[in-house]
């Protein structure tokens, strides 16, 4: 990418924002004693800014590991031609008004309880960067690994930014 086509930081940001507007899952990455361990998450229909957060079990695996270790990653894709991942630290609230706040019916079949359940609780990722990749399309993404494979540097067939979001 050339020098004057370079994003701002504010651009980055909002794209990044643009990307996982309608993504509803994420794959939440957390750090257990056998390594990383990644699993599918419902995201929370809120704007990014700069949070993610999600509904989950006290008594989930992935409770002890964010206790015990904060860092995690966050992914996302929609549709395969465009990807989204986002560093960060997890802490477990219990904040009965954000629940409420986030909670909705498909929540109710999902979790087999209601918001206000004692054992349901909130997990709030702070992002600390994001990266993101935008290959346009199924076609040229294919196109792009087959290039690379052969050793074809040539074709600039998509963007990869990275944000730093602790500015």
Same mark, same amino acid.
């Given at each position: 990418?050339?020098?004057?086509?370079?994003?701002?930081?504010?651009? $980055?940001?909002?794209?990044?924002?643009?990307?996982?507007?309608?993504i509803k899952i994420g794959?939440?990455?957390?750090?257990?004693?056998?390594?990383?361990?990644?699993?599918?998450?419902?995201?929370?229909?809120?704007?990014?800014?700069?949070? +993610?957060?999600? +509904?989950?079990?006290?008594?989930?695996? $992935?409770?002890?590991?964010?206790?015990?270790?904060?860092? /995690?990653?966050?992914?996302?894709?929609?549709?395969?031609?465009?990807?989204?991942?986002?560093?960060?630290?997890?802490?477990v609230l219990e904040d009965p008004e954000?629940?409420?706040?986030?909670?909705?019916?498909?929540?109710?079949?999902?979790?087999?309880?209601?918001?206000?359940?004692?054992?349901? /609780?909130?997990?709030?990722?702070?992002?600390?960067?994001?990266?993101?990749?935008?290959?346009?399309? $199924? /076609?040229?993404?294919?196109?792009?690994?087959?290039?690379?494979? /052969?050793?074809?540097?040539?074709?600039?067939?998509?963007?990869?930014?990275?944000?730093?979001?602790?500015?």
């Open positions: 990418m050339a020098k004057d086509q370079e994003l701002t930081h504010e651009e $980055k940001l909002e794209k990044v924002k643009a990307m996982m507007k309608d794959s939440l990455t957390t750090i257990a004693e056998r390594g990383l361990v990644s699993r599918p998450m419902a995201m929370q229909e809120t704007e990014f800014d700069g949070d +993610l957060w999600f +509904l989950t079990f006290r008594d989930t695996p $992935k409770i002890k590991e964010i206790t015990a270790d904060p860092r /995690v990653n966050v992914s996302f894709s929609d549709d395969d031609e465009n990807y989204v991942s986002i560093s960060g630290r997890a802490e954000k629940k409420k706040d986030l909670w909705n019916k498909a929540f109710e079949t999902i979790f087999n309880t209601e918001y206000d359940d004692p054992n349901l /609780v909130l997990i709030k990722v702070h992002a600390h960067g994001a990266e993101y990749w935008e290959s346009g399309s $199924k /076609v040229k993404a294919a196109y792009q690994f087959v290039a690379n494979l /052969v050793g074809d540097k040539e074709h600039d067939l998509g963007k990869n930014e990275s944000v730093n979001l602790d500015q």
